[in-house]
Structure formats: C-alpha cells, structure tokens
C-alpha cells in the first residue's frame, strides 16, 4: 500500500489545481448539503463537518449543511444519496474503506461506481484499545485471551464489514483462530461504540485513532497498537508490524458528488474541495484529530477505489464476510 509522504501532496494540490477545467459555478455562490452516512460523532460525521467548517472559513462555499443518515455501513445513506443527488450541483456524500466492505457484505444495491468521486481526503490509523480496567497490558496479551477463549472476547467497532471489523477479524486470525468466529458488536456511531468501551461491555475496541484520541491520552482507554505500518509521531502507541504482527490496514475517507453530475458542476466541486485541503486552516485541524493527509484528486481516486474494492474484497473472502 502507497502512503502518501508531504513532499509529494503540495505537487499533487498544485497539479490538481493546473488540470482543473474553469467551473461555471464560484466558490462563493456554493450552498452544498453533505451527507454523513453515519449517526453523530464517528469518523464519517468528523470529517463532513470538519469539511463543513473550513469551507465556510475559508470561503470556499457560501453555506454547507451536514446531513447524517445512519445505517448499514453507510449503504443506506449511499442509497438514498444516489437516489436524490442524481445531477445535483450541491450535494456530496462522505464515504471510505468502510462503506467498501459494508456493499460487499450486504451485497447492496448500490456501490461507489454509482457515486462521483471527488477527492480522496484523510487517511486516518485504526488503533485497538481497551477499557483502562482491563487485564490486557499489550496486544501479546489480547492474542493470548484470543486464542484461550474467542467467544468471550467480544470487541466494538463500526459497521459489519467496515475497516474496524476487518481489522479484529484479521487480528483474529492472526491468534491462529477461525477468523470467522470472531465476537464482533457493531455500532452505528463512535459515540456508542466508545460508551461500551467505557461501559465495560466489550474486552476491546478498533477505531480510527482521531476519534478517541481524547480518551486516551485521558488514561480512560488504553491503546495497544495501531494499523500503520510505522511509527507515527505523537502516537505512542506502536504499529502492529513492529510488535511481529503482519498486518496493515489505513481507514481512508473521501468526499463523493452524485451520478451523472456536469462537467462543469463537478469541476466546481473538485476546486473548492482541493483549495479547502490545502489551507492553512484544514491543515491545522486534520493535526488537532490525529489524521493524516492523504489527498488525491478525482482521477486518481477513482482508480485507487476499483483497487480498494477488489483488495477488501478479497479479504472479506479470507474471513468468511463475502462470497
């Protein structure tokens, strides 16, 4: 997997910025609805607003209105929005990695062919944790209680099939159990997966690290390991790679404009979205979250979603989630 190093996002931004065709449509007149295909206070809800936020203070749009349509993965939200947003020169659709593997595991009628991709925004490490209660001072000690007893190790994530479940199953099966056998909880939210962390409910938790950054480096949450492939800094928590653990997975998001939209709409779009990401003001809050910057432009992220697509698929195969 490429990840994208600073050197190379400026050429990419200026790059994007050179092809870009001369939209019909200003910055300022855009008055744009986002939809969130999740409930408040997950990854997907983060970034709608946070694009929200510094569209508008960097004048980039006119107004932005964020939309949350919980369920399934994101495919009921991608549902709706591909029924509604046909054509539409003021609509946009958040989505990732895991609405990827919510359409394959819920074989849904829709998938992202049927969306525009705009740009490809944020790559954000999934970190495991657990309650600070917890037994389990480091991943060895998971795997342990993994291989001892699958069943009772019961983790909380996002929705089935989405990067959180694949990353527990993949970290099940490298315990050398049954993938498929992992006890996995679905929530539609952060804000409800982090209260069963909190609660007790759950031995251990996968997110992407940006969402519960705060609890811990509170002491609430304990992080055991992250899914980058290296370190990162300002995160102590180690990459499961570097405890002998072969796995990697990043937890993209992107922003997408509905089907058959003109030319000249999705250029508008494309402008507004890349002058956004390359602020100041973007850059200084995708630091505040933890994210990295892992912008790509239309063209660019159209093809690295059909490879996204065929690599998850692949691994849902591995673990039982997809024929």
Do not use: C
Request: proline share 5%.
């Amino acid at each position: 997997m490429t990840y994208l190093r600073s050197g190379l996002i400026s050429a990419w931004l200026m790059a994007a910025a050179a092809v870009l065709p001369a939209a019909s449509v200003h910055a300022q007149d855009l008055e744009l609805s986002i939809t969130a295909p999740a409930g408040a206070g997950g990854g997907w809800d983060s970034a709608a607003r946070s694009l929200q936020d510094v569209m508008m203070q960097t004048g980039n749009a006119h107004s932005v209105q964020v939309m949350n349509v919980p369920g399934a993965g994101g495919t009921v939200g991608l549902a709706q929005f591909v029924q509604g947003a046909k054509g539409s020169p003021n609509q946009m659709l958040v989505g990732g990695i895991t609405m990827v593997g919510a359409i394959i595991t819920n074989k849904a009628p829709y998938n992202l062919t049927n969306v525009t991709p705009i740009a490809r925004l944020t790559g954000d490490p999934l970190v495991i944790v657990v309650p600070s209660s917890s037994p389990y001072q480091t991943m060895a000690d998971l795997m342990e209680g993994i291989k001892k007893d699958v069943g009772h190790t019961i983790w909380a994530g996002g929705s089935a099939g989405g990067a959180d479940h694949i990353l527990a199953a993949l970290v099940t099966q490298a315990a050398g159990v049954d993938p498929a056998k992992v006890n996995y909880v679905a929530y539609s939210g952060g804000g409800e997966s982090l209260a069963a962390m909190l609660g007790g409910q759950v031995t251990a938790g996968v997110s992407g690290y940006g969402e519960w950054q705060g609890q811990i480096e509170s002491g609430d949450l304990r992080a055991l390991a992250i899914s980058y492939p290296e370190p990162i800094e300002g995160i102590s928590a180690q990459p499961l790679k570097a405890q002998g653990i072969d796995i990697e997975l990043v937890n993209w998001r992107g922003i997408f404009a509905g089907p058959e939209i003109s030319a000249d709409d999705k250029a508008a779009l494309e402008t507004a979205v890349q002058k956004t990401v390359s602020s100041p003001e973007w850059k200084e809050l995708i630091k505040a979250k933890g994210w990295s910057d892992y912008y790509a432009p239309s063209a660019e992220f159209t093809s690295f979603i059909a490879s996204e697509d065929a690599r998850v698929h692949e691994i849902l195969k591995s673990i039982g989630l997809a024929e």
